[in-house]
């Protein structure tokens, strides 16, 4: 189906009206996504065992003196990075998701589907189990972070690199992800086999995808790389919303289609290579927002790029509310809860799309 990308000055009339609707209803929707993304981080913010008010929180937040010394390591160095994080990751994932769906034309592709989300956990293999001297010499942290960006970029690159040998189809591209995507977790497999209790013990809890890593420093980062990558993909969004329509007609409207699917994908694949080497494994919400955007806010990618990136973020952040208040006493990682609940909420956007076709 083909999407109008915007509303040429000549039309006036009935149609003119329908889409000033369309346009304000999908205005609406972002602001309505925004003002619940600020509640949810609000309320993951006032969550924890601190026993923290959100009138406490607030003050905290416009006032950082008015709060004791002890609440204030609560509040900003503990429940705000992590808060955060999960907005920024959200986002990151989210918007990755969309944009690999609208380039490969296909809804299953996510930064999970196309093996970046095992190559981060491979690289914090890597340093945690098979080389721990890499991660004492730069700290524990700051290395294993780099491990997992490193080889969930090598491999964005070389299942791009493959694919344009052979001919560089969409397919082939989502094919080459998924086959890599299995050889990555036999070669965690074999890693986690031949590891100590211990390292192995950190390897799994780190594959779970858990915000408690979070810290201003790794937010910074995962920050700035959206703030740059969200105004460069919206500079593509008539592209890619021709591109919707097809690989022909795109091509009839002079856009080098080729072109936009690699730069799509690469800016894609940072996006994702850097949210995961922070937190790990967070599988479902680069599969999941784009659906959740789609659903409201059609093709037009001027709407739902950020709607992509809105709905990652809330998705994240109410997770990371569960995962706090789901067993009284015990934080579980992020990464659980967005499998159990992306699973039911995939299968019913599923069947919503069917009911509205």
């Not at 094919?175 to 590891?195: Q, W």
């Not at 969004?237 to 409207?253: I, K, N, P, V, Y």
Request: with cysteine; charged share 10%; net charge positive.
């Amino acid at each position: 189906m083909t999407v109008i990308a915007h509303t040429p000055p000549h039309i006036t009339g009935p149609l003119a009206s329908a889409y000033a609707r369309i346009r304000m209803r999908r205005i609406a929707l972002l602001v309505l996504l925004g003002l619940l993304l600020t509640l949810s981080l609000l309320a993951d913010v006032a969550t924890g065992p601190a026993g923290l008010t959100l009138s406490q929180v607030a003050a905290g937040l416009v006032n950082k003196q008015s709060l004791d010394a002890a609440t204030q390591v609560i509040l900003w160095d503990l429940r705000l990075p992590t808060a955060l994080m999960a907005v920024v990751v959200g986002a990151a994932l989210g918007l990755a998701g969309a944009e690999m769906q609208t380039a490969l034309g296909n809804p299953l592709a996510s930064p999970m589907t196309l093996g970046i989300s095992a190559a981060a956990t491979l690289g914090a293999a890597v340093v945690l189990i098979i080389d721990p001297v890499i991660a004492t010499q730069l700290g524990a942290n700051q290395a294993v972070s780099l491990g997992a960006f490193l080889c969930a970029a090598a491999c964005a690159l070389l299942v791009q690199g493959l694919a344009r040998m052979l001919g560089g189809s969409s397919g082939a591209i989502v094919l080459f992800g998924i086959a890599m995507s299995f050889a990555i977790n036999a070669l965690v497999s074999v890693i986690e086999f031949i590891a100590e209790a211990g390292s192995l013990q950190q390897v799994v809890f780190w594959a779970m995808g858990s915000l408690s890593r979070a810290d201003w420093p790794k937010l910074t980062v995962v920050a700035v790389v959206l703030s740059v990558c969200l105004p460069w993909a919206m500079r593509s969004a008539w592209a890619m919303t021709a591109l919707c329509s097809g690989e022909e007609q795109a091509r009839s409207l002079g856009i080098a289609v080729e072109r936009l699917r690699l730069v799509t994908l690469l800016r894609a694949s940072l996006l994702a290579a850097v949210a995961v080497a922070f937190v790990g494994a967070i599988g479902f919400i680069g599969l999941v927002a784009p659906h959740v955007a789609r659903l409201l806010l059609g093709e037009d990618h001027r709407y739902f790029l950020p709607g992509a990136a809105l709905s990652g973020a809330l998705v994240l952040s109410l997770a990371s509310i569960v995962c706090k208040n789901a067993v009284p006493g015990l934080v579980i990682p992020v990464g659980i809860v967005t499998a159990l609940v992306g699973v039911p909420l995939f299968i019913a956007l599923i069947l919503v799309q069917r009911r509205s076709l």
